[in-house]
């Protein structure tokens, strides 16, 4: 088995870089992408957790995009994650990340929650610092059940606490990740807000772009999903991929390599995602490997 859409604690995971690689040579998983939110900085332990061990790793980053109908995730495999250019998009997002963060903190205490952009803070123990953290904080003070709860109620699109972030253009996602020489995938696309003929005319709009790729296993979907994602694949001559989307604790019911137990996502899609590569994937790790 392979997972190709896992984060750690470099965003919004519960385990660091090399618990992730740890557990996934214990499971005997062949290979895994490690995806974090608008970020690298984990790629560098995992690389080394990863070396001398059987276990492919693939470099990612999930990049956040514009889009009012709903959520849109562009996955770049096979990154080059030192390439100045890719760099500087993740900058320009981590500022972004900066200006919302406080703002979140100030709407939660005019609620009465004790919740400062500090504990938000020690929680992430990365660079990246998002709602999931201020989520965390906010179960462990009693203000929340459990993280769903505080999306629901306080930090989703319709929560009391909601603030509203700007985002990289999904064309511009599209261009960082070919940049570094990596594989722009369409992640999770049950998410995105368009389904039927407009996703795929949303799809072709993409693919226009620079898109490479599109999620045909996930944890979320149903079987009649993978087969219409499947379908939009050969139209639009995509790479099919697919992961979990592992978070660790933060959604627990999703096990590394399984999802909620039954997701199978088949070492049979390694090798055309590697030749949809257009470069190499670092300095120490195998460019393309597959």
Known sequence: MIDLHT???ASDGSLSPRS????????????????????????????????????ILIPGVELSAKNEKGSLHIVGLHIDHENPRLASGLQRVLDMRNER??????????????????????FAGGEVVGRPHFARVMVDRGYAKDPKDAFTRFLG???????????LD?????????????????AHPDQIGFAGEDLDAFVGQLVGMGLKGIEVFC??????LTTQYTRLAR????????????????????????GFGSLYVPDELLEPIA??????????????RY
């Open 20 to 55: 992730i690689i740890e557990l996934a040579n214990k499971i005997g998983l062949k290979a895994l992408a490690l995806t974090d939110h608008d970020t690298v900085a984990g790629l560098d332990e995992a690389i080394d957790a990863a070396t001398g061990t059987d276990l």
């Open 157 to 167: 699109k319709k929560g009391a606490a909601y603030v509203f972030k700007e985002r």
């Open 275 to 288: 030749l949809a590569s257009t470069g190499t994937c670092g300095n120490r790790t195998h460019p393309a």
């Open 235 to 258: 139209k639009y001559d995509l790479v099919r991929s697919g992961g979990t989307d592992f978070h660790g604790a933060l959604k627990p019911d999703i096990k590394l390599g399984r």
């Open 7 to 9: 984060h750690s604690t």
């Open 170 to 186: 999904p064309a511009e996602c599209i261009d960082l990740i070919l940049q570094a020489g990596g594989v722009p995938i369409l």
């Open 219 to 224: 944890s979320s979907y149903k079987s009649h």
């Open 101 to 122: 963060n406080p703002r979140i903190a100030k709407k939660l205490g005019e609620l009465g929650m004790h919740v400062s952009l500090e504990d938000a803070t020690e």
